[in-house]
């Protein structure tokens, strides 16, 4: 069910004055409330007033469909939205993501070692443009506390679970870059039990260096010896949407060499899309001169790009998660056309709040029904385009 224009949903009418700003309430306070909060209802969701609200939640927020489902990577997707890698760094809200209609979430960036990550000021939001800069820096609690987490909250166990929970692996900054493959090692070894599948993120921008992992031979080497790993879980990786047409080129050849599950692209950009002159309110200074990954709208088109890019290059059979600027089921619908079998969601679902997944999905089962297509599967890599109603 959509929100008519008058009357807004209540996140749009408490949240929206606060997100329609840059200055005001601080963009990571913010967020560290909001996970407090749901972190709280994740640990006691069995008491009734929590059960109950959680349930009301589900019943506004979930759309359930045969159409949207699809079985990838040896995970059963009940629907293809999921919350991208960053905001549930420590997976403190693992157990009730499906209840805000994700079909799948990704927890982390988790390191082998506990950080406390860039100094704040390090998340910024720039209103007019519904995008934000980051320089979080994998600020995380460690792979050791984000399976004591999960323990506690008492998950049930992979493939039967409500929504598919994936796990995102950093390296520790403290880590050298030679030694990053034993760190990443480090952090399965604890995770892979709990995880339905796990990501090699090699493209964040905060951790000096990391993203020369994203290199042809190191990162062979990296997924070859994370295979090593017994019990593994679907590897997938996430590539930075700032790599050049031969390096993705590379990536979807690794991945077919390597069986990854999944390429996820794309992570954060370097890029200022234009908005390089573009002053920061609460520093002073332009959105050129700052550090940090830059998501959201302005990052749609690049984001879309390399997705093209990466199903040009590696055919129809590796699977894709597109991420990077939806906001909307048009955006979805795009990068599903253009190959994405998943999309993931951060910034846009900051602005838009947690009505933006149904109305993804609703938008989706229509365009389904406008261009004749009997499921999500059938869609991907269609290249039909978006159809008004
Ligand atoms: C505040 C913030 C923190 C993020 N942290 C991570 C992270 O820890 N690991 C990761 O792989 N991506 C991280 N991301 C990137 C998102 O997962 C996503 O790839 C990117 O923001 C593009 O999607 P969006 O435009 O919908 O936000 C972060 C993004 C934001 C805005």
Redesign the pocket.
């Known amino acids: 069910m959509g929100t008519s224009p008058s009357a807004p949903d209540p996140w749009q009418r408490f949240l929206g004055p606060l997100l329609a700003s840059d200055g005001g309430a601080d963009a990571e306070w913010l967020s560290e409330l909001s996970l407090g909060g749901l972190a709280l209802a994740s640990r006691w969701r069995q008491l009734p007033p929590l059960r109950l609200a959680l349930a009301a939640a589900a019943k506004a927020l979930q759309r359930h469909d045969r159409r949207l489902e699809q079985s990838l990577f040896g995970c059963q997707f009940s629907n293809p939205v999921g919350l ?3 905001f549930d ?1 420590n997976g403190v809200a693992a157990a009730i993501w499906h209840c805000f209609g994700f079909g799948f979430a990704e927890l ?2 988790v390191t082998s070692l506990g950080q406390a990550g860039n100094p704040r000021p390090r ?1 910024f939001r720039l209103a007019a443009e519904q995008a ?1 800069l ?1 320089r ?1 820096g ?1 600020n995380n609690r460690g792979a050791a506390a984000l399976r004591q987490l999960l323990e506690a909250q008492q998950l049930p166990a992979p493939g039967q679970r409500p929504a598919v929970l994936g796990v ?1 692996l ?1 390296k520790s900054r403290l880590t050298p870059l030679d030694r990053a493959a034993d760190d990443y090692a480090a952090s399965l070894e604890l995770l892979a039990p709990l995880a339905d599948y796990v990501v090699i ?1 090699v ?2 921008p905060n951790t000096p260096g990391l993203r020369e992992l994203q290199d042809e031979t190191l990162l062979r080497q990296l997924v070859e010896r994370l295979r090593r790993q017994p019990a593994c879980p679907p590897l997938l990786v ?1 590539i930075a949407p700032d790599l050049e047409d031969a390096a993705i080129d590379a990536v979807a050849r690794l991945a077919y060499d390597e069986g990854l599950a999944a390429v996820i692209a ?3 950009s370097l890029d200022r899309f234009g908005l390089g002159a573009r002053l920061l309110s609460q520093t002073g200074r332009s959105l050129a001169e700052e550090a940090g990954g830059l ?2 709208a302005p ?1 749609r088109g690049r ?1 879309l790009a390399v997705l093209r890019r990466l199903r040009a290059s590696a055919g129809p059979d590796l699977p894709l998660i597109g ?4 906001d909307s089921a048009e955006a979805a619908w795009e990068r599903i056309a253009a190959g994405a079998c998943l999309v ?5 679902w900051i602005y838009k709040g947690p009505e933006l997944v149904p109305q993804i999905l609703e938008g989706l089962l229509a365009q389904l029904d406008g261009h004749g297509l009997p499921s999500i599967a059938a869609a991907v890599g269609c290249g039909l385009p978006w159809r008004e109603a």
């Open positions: 991208a890698a960053g760094k982390g960036t998340l934000a980051n979080m994998f995102n950093g993120n493209s964040s996430k794309t992570n954060t998501s959201g990052l984001a991420v990077g600027g939806i993931q969601v951060y910034t846009g």
